[in-house]
């Protein structure tokens, strides 16, 4: 598969580009900052540099041609304030979403968040990012033309992954490594029955093909 990834240098886009350039998959990440270019190229995925926070949805589907599947993997970060949890966390993954409809690349799969929800109360900078986060979900969910799956992390860590979770449509707050949101998402891009899910993602007792297959069975 080809498989376009939105935020290509964030910590779990790196992973998971990582295992799919393994795997034998062509790789595109999407990248603000042309100096992340290397670490892209590292990982055995193909830099691209555009920013999703000015760039016009054709821009955006030019670059997905082609594709078999998206990922939105972008984030504003840590350090960033409310404004740009609006810009990126939502703006950007609705505009990633037409994008991908109008490159007709249907799979399409999202980081969110746990506890994301539009309707989130608070006046805090994470408040204001479930928020985006839920908006964008929300979003995705209303687009007919693509086959949609959002995975909600809980605490992510960067503790070695052990490639045992618990992944269920509601599964509790708890923490999970990097290393196996990665390979969820890998595991997902492979199972287009998760299709229509939002699924909630933390550390558990089952391996990750297991839980995915579970879950698409279900």
Excluded: C
């Excluded at 790789?27 to 590292?42: T, Y």
């Excluded at 992954?161 to 269920?168: A, D, I």
């Amino acid at each position: 598969m080809r498989i376009v990834i939105a935020g290509g240098h964030g910590q779990i886009a790196l992973r998971l580009e990582l295992l799919l350039s393994a795997g034998g998959h062509e790789v595109a990440g999407i990248i603000r900052n042309p100096e992340q270019a290397d670490a892209l190229r590292a990982a055995g995925a193909e830099p691209v540099v555009l920013d999703l926070e000015s760039a016009s949805p054709e821009q955006v589907a030019e670059v997905m041609q082609g594709a078999d599947a998206a990922v939105f993997a972008a984030g504003a970060g840590p350090g960033s304030g409310a404004a740009r949890k609006d810009t990126v966390d939502r703006a950007a993954a609705e505009l990633f979403a037409d994008a991908a409809q109008r490159a007709g690349v249907r799979r399409h799969i999202v980081i969110s968040s746990m506890g994301a929800d539009p309707e989130h109360k608070g006046d805090d900078v994470f408040d204001a990012y479930l928020r985006a986060k839920g908006a964008a979900d929300a979003y995705v969910r209303a687009q007919s033309g693509l086959d949609w799956t959002i995975l909600r992390p809980g605490m992510l860590t960067n503790d070695a992954g052990t490639g045992l979770v618990r992944l269920e449509a509601h599964t509790g707050r708890g923490p999970v490594p990097r290393d196996d949101v990665a390979a969820v998402l890998a595991e997902l891009l492979e199972t287009p029955a998760t299709a229509g899910l939002t699924l909630e993602l933390i550390g558990g007792a089952v391996p990750v093909v297991v839980a995915v297959k579970d879950i698409a069975g279900n």
